[in-house]
């Protein structure tokens, strides 16, 4: 009897391993007759990642190769990943809500710094004035937008939560960012010392100077983290009081140099009372907070802000949520996004537009507009470039957009920069090393050691 039971639990260990491979086989080979099979076995869970692939050739790396393959790869996974999540919420939540309320009791925040949530209500003709970087608006017409910002915000404490690694959950399902040191620039955990800011005052003075010896204007752009315009949204974090990374470079900059340094967290925290800037789900801003952003950078460049009609943003629904795919969320919770399109109210538009590249990352745009201004702008940057260049498309005759990570190696993009009239450099904050690391790259396209 002993020497049956175990040759049964071989026999059961052996058809778990194998069994799920063996149905896998036949669902393959039915699904290509019945497709719509394939909507009832599998799930849609866009990893926002490229699958592992299996090995073409034999190497030292073989074994954890074929590992990652088979773990991505595994028969009914993407059911089990969704079923993992959905049990996980089923109990997480009731569980997170008791915790939650208990702790609200005994937590005492070392925060100093009070986040203010902002009251909407109707502007005050001064208000409406200061408000001159949005553009000439009719905000009597934007009340229906007040609806979509109601800060019906908890003062309660809120346990930190991250899903895969990647997503925190924050209030009113608002969604944040985890990874890239996110939350150390949030706490204000990783200011610059004196030194290292000394070596981005080095680097941006170089590529400044060898631009006004070229006649060419530059100016760096940092688009705020979107915990930085909406703090009251954030879970229960202990922030350090004072200026964050960001802000104490942008004020040592300014006296230590002639760098053009923009940094909008304080246009942007105002604009957020009238206007979302910053989409829910996703990690970036979303047109109207571009908008802001290159309004800023005019004002650099003492460039007149085009007026924007009451009907010149339009509400539209979003179907991208970068977040809730990194964190592996589900979407019938978090279907709700939209995002604001700017009708361009001026009379330009554009003449001809090229792009060129992988498309994921469009590295190499090339625009051109019936506008009078005549300056070649240049802008280098990541992601949050394009909202930016969706409006200066149309206010200079050509606009250049290119990643960063292309500048060295596409010919196109290194003649841009070398024949542009004005050059920004834009990374996000939480990527702002880059600075460094692509800063130098551009002094060398400027001062010729790349050809």
């Given at each position: 009897m002993k020497k049956f039971n175990e040759k049964l639990l071989i026999i059961l260990f052996?058809?778990?391993i194998i069994l799920p491979t063996i149905l896998w086989g036949v669902y393959d080979f039915v699904s290509v007759i019945n497709p719509s099979l394939q909507e009832i076995i599998e799930e849609d869970i866009d990893e926002n990642r490229n699958l592992s692939k299996f090995p073409a050739t034999f190497s030292n790396a073989y074994g954890s190769e074929i590992d990652s393959y088979y773990n991505d790869h595994l028969p009914f996974r993407s059911k089990m990943i969704v079923w993992n999540r959905d049990f996980n919420f089923l109990f997480e939540e009731?569980?997170?809500?008791?915790?939650?309320?208990?702790?609200?009791?005994?937590?005492?925040?070392?925060?100093?710094e009070e986040i203010e949530i902002p009251v909407i209500r109707e502007l005050t003709k001064a208000e409406k004035y200061k408000l001159r970087y949005i553009g000439d608006i009719d905000y009597e017409a934007y009340s229906f937008l007040k609806d979509d910002i109601i800060y019906d915000v908890s003062n309660e404490y809120l346990e930190p939560r991250i899903y895969n690694n990647g997503t925190i959950l924050g209030r009113n399902d608002w969604l944040f960012y985890f990874q890239d040191n996110y939350l150390n620039y949030y706490k204000k955990n990783n200011i610059l010392s004196t030194q290292e800011?000394?070596?981005?005052?080095?680097?941006l003075s170089k590529?400044?100077?060898?631009?006004i010896e070229l006649g060419k204007q530059f100016f760096v752009f940092v688009p705020p983290n979107k915990s930085q315009v909406y703090p009251e949204f954030m879970p229960s974090y202990d922030v350090n009081p004072g200026l964050n990374r960001i802000e104490t470079l942008r004020e040592y900059i300014a006296t230590s140099s002639n760098v053009n340094f923009i940094y909008p967290k304080e246009e942007l925290v105002e604009a957020k009372q009238y206007l979302n800037v910053y989409k829910r789900y996703d990690t970036h801003w979303n047109e109207a907070g571009g908008f802001i952003g290159a309004m800023k950078v005019y004002d650099f460049l003492d460039k007149d802000r085009p007026p924007i009609a009451s009907s010149s943003f339009v509400k539209l629904n979003n179907s991208l949520y970068d977040l809730v795919?990194?964190?592996?969320?589900?979407?019938?919770?978090?279907?709700?996004e939209y995002e604001y399109h700017l009708e361009y109210p001026n009379q330009n538009y554009l003449l001809e537009s090229i792009t060129e590249g992988n498309t994921a990352t469009n590295?190499?745009?090339?625009?051109?507009?019936?506008?009078?201004?005549?300056r070649d702008v240049c802008l280098i940057g990541d992601s949050f470039r394009f909202y930016m260049g969706n409006t200066m498309q149309r206010d200079f005759e050509e606009v250049y957009i290119l990643h960063r990570d292309a500048i060295g190696n596409i010919d196109k993009a290194k003649e841009a920069i070398r024949n542009s009239d004005i050059i920004i450099f834009e990374v996000l904050e939480r990527l702002s090393d880059f600075l460094l690391i692509h800063g130098e790259t551009l002094l060398y396209i400027l001062d010729g050691t790349i050809p």
């Open positions: 052996i058809c778990i009731p569980f997170a809500y008791i915790k939650n309320k208990i702790a609200s009791f005994l937590y005492s925040s070392k925060n100093e800011m000394d070596k981005y005052v080095d680097l590529i400044n100077d060898k631009c795919n990194v964190g592996n969320l589900d979407k019938t919770r978090f279907n709700d590295p190499y745009i090339y625009s051109k507009s019936t506008s009078d201004d005549k």
